[in-house]
């Protein structure tokens, strides 16, 4: 089954220690979204690719940074963890021009 | 950043119980989505809307686009506990490109 795939599915590190999380699809869509989502709150847009093509969110702190090597693949680095950073991060994808996101299964981040 | 207005904020209801939350903006979107997050879980797809006063069914759920393009609404029937979880309408306009404005979310508990 096409889908999106989040790994490790749970991160534990400490305060200060950077920290990589993955996102992977079979969907081959052009649009990749990371999110983090805090206590049942809406996820918030950290940033996303259009292929390549790099687009920050105003608010997204420069503690976070992002790569997407190919098509599949896209990271979340955490350079820095603070405690505030504690959350579920969200990957997702999408075909340009069309409004449905789906969604990997989520990393729960915890910050020690 | 603007988050859509979702209400109820929770509800608990009964088994065998029909359900409905309903999302409202002060501006138009083009396309409605509903997703439903389970705990540790990401958020999945339920339904996508594209026009305006469109109303499409996914088994026992119905969701509409308001004719004014400023809201949705999303019904569930027969309620089982399964249903459980919380619900998340998101909108889409052409002007944000493929960016999602989120509800504030409907936290739903169903008593068996």
């Known amino acids: 089954d096409a889908m999106v795939i989040q790994n490790p599915r749970y991160q534990v590190t400490q305060f200060g220690k950077p920290v990589t999380l993955s996102c992977s699809q079979t969907?081959?869509?052009?649009?990749m979204y990371w999110y983090q989502q805090k206590s049942s709150q809406a996820p918030k847009l950290l940033f996303h690719?259009?292929?390549?093509?790099?687009?920050n969110e105003a608010d997204t702190p420069d503690n976070f940074q992002s790569r997407r090597p190919n098509t599949s693949f896209c990271f979340l680095d955490i350079r820095s963890p603070g405690l505030g950073d504690a959350a579920m991060y969200l990957c997702?994808?999408?075909?340009?021009?069309?409004?449905?996101?789906?969604f990997g299964p989520g990393t729960r981040l915890t910050v020690l | 950043g603007q988050q859509l207005n979702q209400s109820p904020q929770s509800m608990f209801i009964q088994e065998g119980e029909d359900v409905s939350m309903n999302c409202t903006s002060s501006?138009?979107?083009?396309?409605w989505l509903w997703y439903k997050q389970d705990p540790g879980e990401g958020p999945v797809l339920l339904i996508a809307?594209?026009?305006?006063?469109e109303l499409t069914s996914n088994g026992r759920l119905t969701a509409q686009f308001g004719i004014t393009r400023k809201d949705s609404f999303l019904n569930i029937s027969a309620s089982i506990p399964s249903d459980v979880g919380i619900y998340f309408c998101?909108?889409?306009?052409?002007?944000?490109?493929?960016?999602?404005?989120f509800g504030t979310g409907t936290r739903l508990a169903v008593r068996p």
């Open positions: 997702a994808t999408s075909r340009v021009d069309r409004g449905e996101q789906f």
């Open positions: 969907l081959n869509h052009n649009v």
């Open positions: 690719y259009y292929d390549k093509d790099f687009n």
């Open positions: 501006s138009i979107f083009n396309t």
């Open positions: 809307l594209y026009k305006a006063g």
């Open positions: 998101a909108g889409q306009k052409k002007s944000s490109g493929d960016k999602l404005t």
